[in-house]
């Protein structure tokens, strides 16, 4: 994270400001949501789901940019099995056991219950489905042997699928992750913080593991919203 920081700081200081940045890795979702919903943080990087969260808990927030996929403001999350597995589609899951990430995950619950619905397959239709936590946990989990399937991130995919005997049985796209400032934030730190990360370059974008930041409007995430309407019935 050091690149990352170091060059928001230059960045900033530029602009005539010289803010000391400082960097938080919160522990949950929740406590990153409260973060910015309460502005004890003045800006956050907050996945699609808890993006939602936090702009439905407190509307005064404010986006500032969505991450860069090689120019799309989409990437991929996957359904993952064991590479030995039977299962050559979704509907081959049913009566098998399922991996979710964490509860307000975006591409490890959310959108991954919404592919499974559409699929014919809901919490009914599995033997169980468990919340294991971080993507590199649920990939660890299924080449275990724990579960059947589970739901990650393309890039935990990318990173595990060889060394732990993984591969894709679907992937769909969900939105890349909203960067946000807390409510009440002064203008001028709002403008040199969007000019910042519109120019970032290099070494400062290894942290977050994409190409740069394009502009978001909060319409960006409306289909993460309707996802989400949707996955209520998945226990039904």
Do not use: C
């Amino acid at each position: 994270m050091e690149p990352f920081r170091l060059y928001l700081e230059q960045e900033l200081a530029k602009q005539g400001m010289p803010i000391q940045v400082k960097m938080r890795i919160f522990p949950s979702y929740e406590e990153a949501i409260d973060a910015v919903k309460h502005g004890t943080t003045d800006f956050a990087r907050l996945g699609p789901v808890s993006y939602v969260i936090a702009k439905q808990q407190n509307p005064n927030i404010q986006l500032l940019a969505m991450e860069s996929n090689h120019g799309e403001k989409y990437f991929n999350g996957v359904i993952l099995v064991a590479t030995d597995s039977p299962a050559k589609s979704l509907s081959d899951l049913k009566g098998k056991r399922f991996a979710f990430g964490e509860p307000n995950s975006t591409t490890g619950r959310y959108l991954a219950q919404e592919v499974l619905m559409q699929a014919g397959i809901t919490a009914r239709e599995l033997a169980y489905y468990e919340f294991v936590g971080r993507h590199d946990k649920v990939a660890f989990a299924v080449a275990a042997g724990n579960y059947d399937a589970g739901a990650v991130n393309e890039t935990t995919l990318e990173k595990y699928g060889q060394t732990k005997r993984l591969r894709a049985l679907v992937t769909f796209p969900s939105p890349t992750h909203a960067w946000v400032v807390k409510a009440g934030l002064t203008t001028r730190i709002v403008e040199s913080l969007q000019k910042s990360l519109f120019g970032m370059k290099g070494e400062a974008l290894e942290y977050i593991g994409r190409d740069g930041f394009l502009p978001a409007k909060d319409s960006d995430y409306n289909g993460m919203r309707n996802s989400m309407i949707k996955t209520k019935s998945f226990d039904d």
